[in-house]
């Protein structure tokens, strides 16, 4: 069992930067994947990007690629997303979530999810 709480979210203006953060319980963190995902009102849940197990391998959204950066501490527990040059198009509610030992990049293929922290970007 893994429990992920979010945190980090905010608002800000256009062209600013937050740094998310998603503290894992358990001492079968490094045994994830994990991956950061959003969803606007009246939107579907999307995949913005994931990590390895070990941090070695990440994926991303095309929408965010150049802009976010994802990473882990195996050490804390904890996976991060910075996000840079924020658009009012990022606003959404981001979930971090855990996929069994494989990387991945679409909601059903996660075990565990967190409850949400809101990035709202203003224009």
């Known amino acids: 069992q893994v429990q992920l709480v979010e945190s980090g979210g905010g608002l800000v203006q256009a062209g600013g930067s937050l740094r998310l953060s998603c503290a894992a319980s358990?001492?079968?963190?490094?045994?994830?994947?994990m991956g950061w995902f959003r969803q606007a009102p009246g939107k579907a849940r999307e995949f913005v990007a994931a990590v390895s197990w070990s941090g070695g391998n990440t994926v991303y959204a095309d929408s965010v690629k150049g802009r976010f950066t994802i990473s882990r501490d195996n050490a804390k527990n904890t996976v991060y997303l910075q996000m840079n040059s924020l658009k009012p198009e990022d606003t959404a509610v981001y979930y971090c979530?855990?996929?069994?030992?494989?990387?991945?990049?679409?909601?059903?293929?996660?075990?565990?999810w967190g409850q949400g922290t809101q990035v709202t970007v203003s224009s």
């Open positions: 979530a855990a996929n069994y030992l494989s990387i991945a990049t679409t909601p059903p293929q996660y075990d565990y």
């Open positions: 358990g001492r079968t963190f490094r045994s994830y994947a």
